[in-house]
């Protein structure tokens, strides 16, 4: 008994000597379930998966079915993330505007016309003033117009310090283009000598 099998609709066909052929042509995946088939003893092409003598074959070889999510389900991932960044946002926000409103701006006492003046005078008896400027990209530091070397500053401010009248502030006058690690030396400086104020002046 001999097979003809032909693709789905196709005019064409061939023919195979035995069932176990059809079989080994579906397992290979040279024909489709809905291919046609026809014995010696069919009257008219019917489906593979529908011939009683391939239609358990043929289900055993049809493909699972695939899962179509519903499209109108939305996906809330994304919106729940954006709304988390939203909310820390916010609360780091509110927190920062809380604390600037807990910290009490400055003020300058006084009278209505301003902070209080200090003269030249005032100045030279009470502070120790420290010029800084630059002269080829080297710092060039002064105190009370005595040109001090950097590794030297600790014991020149203390010798200020501890000689009447024993000052304690530390007037800093730099110019802008003096870089921050002179200005940090300096500070330091003037902590280990017991500088207990240090007010800042750029030129």
């Known amino acids: 008994m001999s097979w003809k099998v032909r693709h789905e609709g196709s005019p064409k066909h061939i023919e195979l000597p035995t069932a176990q052929d059809v079989l080994q042509g579906m397992v290979d995946g040279q024909w489709e379930p809905t291919d046609e088939v026809r014995g010696s003893e069919d009257a008219n092409w019917v489906a593979l998966e529908n011939h009683p003598q391939f239609a ?17 389900k939305l996906d809330m991932n994304a ?7 939203l909310l820390i946002f916010f609360i780091l926000t509110t927190s920062y505007a809380q604390l600037q409103a807990r910290i009490d701006n400055p003020h300058v006492t ?9 003269t030249d005078k005032e100045m030279k008896d009470t502070m120790i003033r420290v010029q800084v400027r630059l002269d080829k990209d080297k710092p060039i530091i002064k105190i009370e117009d005595k ?20 000052k304690t502030t530390l007037l800093l006058v730099f110019d802008g283009d003096v870089k921050n690690g002179t200005l940090t030396a300096i500070e330091d400086a003037a902590m280990k000598a017991g500088v207990q104020k240090i007010n800042w002046g750029v030129k």
């Open 56 to 72: 358990e074959a043929a289900a055993d070889l049809e493909p699972v079915p695939k899962f179509h999510e519903d499209e109108s």
């Open 79 to 85: 919106l729940i993330d954006v709304c988390l960044v």
């Open 110 to 118: 006084g009278d209505d016309e301003g902070p209080p003046q200090i």
């Open 147 to 166: 040109e001090v070397e950097q590794k030297y500053l600790a014991m020149e401010l203390a010798r200020m310090v501890s000689k009447p009248p024993h």
